[in-house]
């Protein structure tokens, strides 16, 4: 079964068509026992339509698949060159479709047409194009010991991996956590979020186009505490690569732990401080500060949701950006019209939770400088919202909220404010803003965080690993370290 949508909007005029079915072993199925998820539009609340809803026994299925392709057509089969064309060839395919993709995401989650196109699908056609180009360059070491003895040291794939994605960003996770595993020559059973699975499932139509040999790259949609949990404790599934909340993380750690043992990497959630000094750049600091905790509706794991000012700009830093957040809120509207900058919360669950946290700021003694409620009746819009007073004990300040509201701190001293910076169990990212480098690079050496921006919020180049410390996970994705954690060393031992 398929499901056209026609868009005619001012960001994208033209078709899509998804299959919503499983696409396992290079083609699409029915679930084993036929379940079926309702797919929600955000900014209106309507149904949109409906894709399939695998189980256990699919992935089952799906790994049965996997393991074939990964003996006969992947892993050891595929050259380096082979395995560089094909993930070349699903860049340029995203490329090639690229507003179509935009527009698949902007309708499933809500984020506006043009920051789908320019971030998300911007970065996911330049990460497939990076592990591309590592496809082919992929070796081991030779140790010269003694004239007796030579021992050789080769980086394998591991097999078949789990992968299980979020909605917040679904096409770029997608491409962070494929394009790694296939450059390596693993093959993969992926799982997107059942919220958002319609980039997932136009993506596997370019695994086909690109030629890739059925069973490489098979795609299970469905409930977490189904295929996921399926996933997450499958005995020959041999490692798993996850994104999402803390909370879930834990449970695949711990199925991971009881079945198999496979390794698990986790990417988890923030509680990201931004850091401003008296010698920023300001207007510098206030625009990536804003786009650092607003952009994506707040719903983003590095939002810079605990805001730090230095005394000496504080009282201006805020009016600038409470002005920033007020005018957002006032470009909130459909995502594909003309002007808008700010679409609606991905749920009625998750507007409820971000509404409940305003609630709890409030009830604690925090003030609400600016926002704090919700837009329209209809869809799950929210408006940047900015807290004053905020106690670094409350739960607002404590908590992840993933949505668009942050909470402005005043201090005095440097010492002091690493201190509050890192007095957090998370530690994805950090933002550090001063025009003085030597304090930048102080302050950033200083935070506990896996990533640290100076001077902006912009926290991704595939070239760079991405993870956190403490509790916002274990592993890093993009970069060199990714390949690493794809690949296992064997020794060889040889005697001459
Ligand atoms: P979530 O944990 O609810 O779901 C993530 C995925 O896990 C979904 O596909 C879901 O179906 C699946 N899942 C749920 N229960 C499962 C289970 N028992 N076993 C296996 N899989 C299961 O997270 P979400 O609400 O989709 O995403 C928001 C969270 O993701 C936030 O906490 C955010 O910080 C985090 N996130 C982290 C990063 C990062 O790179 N660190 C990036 C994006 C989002």
Redesign the pocket.
């Known amino acids: 079964p398929t499901y056209t949508h026609q868009f005619n909007t001012a960001a994208y005029k033209g078709a899509a068509t998804i299959n919503t079915g499983l696409f396992i072993d290079g083609e699409w199925v029915a679930p084993v026992e036929g379940g079926e998820i309702e797919v929600i539009n955000p900014a209106t609340g309507a149904v949109i339509t409906k894709v399939s809803a695998g189980t256990k026994a699919d992935v089952d299925k799906a790994v049965a698949a996997a393991k074939k392709a990964f003996k006969t057509t992947w892993g050891s089969k595929a050259p380096g060159a082979l395995r560089a064309k094909l993930i070349g060839k699903l860049a340029d395919l995203l490329e090639k479709n690229v507003d179509e993709f935009a527009a698949l995401e902007s309708l499933n989650i809500g984020k506006v047409f043009a920051h789908a196109k320019h971030m998300d699908l911007a970065i996911s056609i330049t990460i497939l194009r990076y592990f591309a180009g590592w496809a082919d360059k992929i070796h081991g070491t030779t140790i010269e010991s003694t004239d007796a003895k030579v021992g050789l040291v080769q980086r394998e794939p591991y097999g078949v991996c789990g992968q299980?994605?979020?909605?917040?960003?679904p096409i770029a996770?997608i491409a962070m956590k494929v394009a790694p595993a296939l450059a390596t020559g693993n093959v993969i059973v992926l799982?997107?979020?059942?919220i958002t699975p319609f980039t997932a499932l136009r993506f596997a139509d370019l695994v086909v186009e690109a030629g890739f040999p059925p069973g490489v790259v098979n795609i299970v949609n469905g409930?977490?505490?189904t295929v996921?949990?399926a996933?997450?404790e499958h005995p020959q599934i041999s490692k798993v690569a996850?994104?999402?909340?803390?909370?879930?993380g834990r449970?695949?750690l711990k199925?991971a732990a009881d079945s198999n043992l496979k390794p698990v990497s986790l990417?988890?959630?923030?509680k990201s401080p931004t850091i401003v000094f008296d010698d920023a750049d300001l207007d510098q600091a206030v625009k990536w500060a804003a786009a650092g905790v607003f952009s994506n509706m707040g719903q983003m794991?590095v939002a810079g949701s605990r805001i730090f000012v230095q005394e000496g700009v504080y009282d201006e830093f805020l009016a600038k950006i409470s002005a920033a957040a007020k005018a957002l809120g006032d470009a909130a509207g459909d995502p594909f019209a003309e002007g808008t900058q700010h679409g609606p919360q991905i749920s009625k669950t998750q507007v409820d939770r971000v509404m409940s946290y305003i609630e709890s700021g409030k009830a604690e003694g925090a003030t609400v400088h600016v926002g704090g409620v919700r837009i329209g009746d209809e869809g799950y819009f929210v408006q940047p919202t900015v807290f004053t007073d905020v106690n670094k004990d409350m739960k607002i300040a404590r908590e992840?909220i993933?949505g668009p509201v942050t909470a402005v701190f005043k201090f005095k001293t440097e010492e002091e404010v690493i201190e509050l910076a890192n007095d957090t169990v998370y530690g994805?990212a950090a933002y550090v803003f001063s025009e003085n480098i030597r304090r930048g690079l102080r302050v950033a050496n200083a935070l506990e965080a896996g990533s640290v921006a100076v001077n902006s919020a912009n926290l991704f180049d595939p070239s760079m690993p991405?993870g956190?410390y403490k509790q916002?996970?274990i592993g890093r994705e993009l970069g060199e370290q990714a390949i690493e954690s794809y690949t296992q060393a064997k020794s060889i031992h040889i005697n001459l």
């Open positions: 299980i994605t979020p909605w917040n960003g996770m799982k997107p979020s059942e409930f977490g505490h996921g949990q996933i997450a996850f994104t999402g909340s803390t909370v879930t449970k695949i199925a990417e988890l959630g923030g794991c992840e993933f994805l991405f956190g916002s996970g």
